[in-house]
């Protein structure tokens, strides 16, 4: 009998292929249409791109899972339906990293579903469209990992690459650090960067959360596919990563190993 995380994948994921090929399809096609109110550029970003893939994941999600509350990035008229408040929490983001990702083109943006009881994560979706690549995980149960048009199969991390994910507000210090370890630095949003891992050529992503912030919820999504996947995670403590939605921490750190681990934490030093 599945569980329902299980079945949460097991519905979702022909949302999350949609919602992705709307999001690639429309790539280039698209203008800002920034949000009012918002405040930075970054944070006001939105597209027809966003609203459309945002409504593909949610009205399956709404079909079958009407009874759970909602943290959807954009205000479309299926995200009004669900409850404001239930004991399991699905969190959506239809476009992570709209304005520099998708808009701008300058690294991997991503379509992130996951499903939280409790205050954290027990099952993730995450696609990035451009790469072609769809991930899933269930707590306890694994990840898997797939091209677009292909199946699923058990995630593997990537075990050669020499690149590294960050964010783009990272320092120069920080990038420097990386590069005197051997590493060729990339950006990306930071849904790829917690999958970063499982992405061909990368040992693994560094995302730091802007000052006196902390890592969205958005951006922890990823991380329990690549825990699942058996990607190493830490914070900036040289603790593990939280598994609590809401834990505080500064910066998200997946490795393919411990050595690559203690590289990013050695790089993370220079912030």
């Known amino acids: 009998m599945r569980s329902e995380p299980e079945a949460f994948v097991r519905v979702l994921f022909p949302a999350l292929r949609q919602a992705a090929s709307i999001a690639r399809a429309l790539e ?3 203008p800002n249409r920034p949000k009012s109110g918002a405040p930075s550029d970054v944070k006001a970003a939105l597209t027809v791109a966003d609203t459309a893939a945002q409504e593909a994941l949610l009205v399956p999600l709404f079909e079958h899972f009407p009874e759970v509350a909602l943290e959807a990035e954009e205000d479309t008229p299926t995200a009004r339906r669900f409850p404001a408040a239930a004991p399991r929490l699905v969190v959506v983001d239809p476009i992570d990293g709209t304005l520099r990702s998708y808009l701008d083109g300058l690294g991997p943006y991503g379509v992130l579903v996951g499903l939280a009881l409790d ?4 099952a993730a979706l995450v696609a990035l469209p451009r790469e072609g690549l769809f991930f899933t995980g269930v707590r306890g149960r694994g990840a898997r990992a797939g091209r677009a048009g292909g ?6 991390l990537d075990r050669g690459g ?3 994910m960050v964010s783009y507000e990272t320092p120069a210090a920080v990038r420097e650090r990386l590069g005197a370890r051997g590493f060729e630095v990339v950006q990306g949003c930071g849904g790829a960067i917690a999958v970063a891992p499982l992405i061909p050529g990368l040992a693994g992503g560094l995302r730091l959360a802007a000052p006196g912030e902390s890592i969205s919820r958005r951006g922890r999504i990823g991380a329990l596919v690549a825990g699942e996947a058996g990607a190493r995670l830490g914070g900036e403590d040289g603790r593990g990563f939280p ?3 809401d834990a505080p921490a500064r910066a998200l750190l997946v490795a393919r190993d411990d050595a690559v681990l203690d590289d ?4 993370l030093a220079g912030a």
Not at 151 to 156: D, G, K
Request: charged share 45%; glycine share 8%.
């Open 243 to 245: 598994d609590a939605l």
């Open 119 to 122: 205050g954290r994560y027990e």
């Open 151 to 156: 199946r699923l199969r058990p995630a593997r």
């Open 162 to 164: 020499r690149r590294v």
């Open 28 to 30: 280039g096609r698209v």
């Open 264 to 267: 990013l934490r050695f790089a």
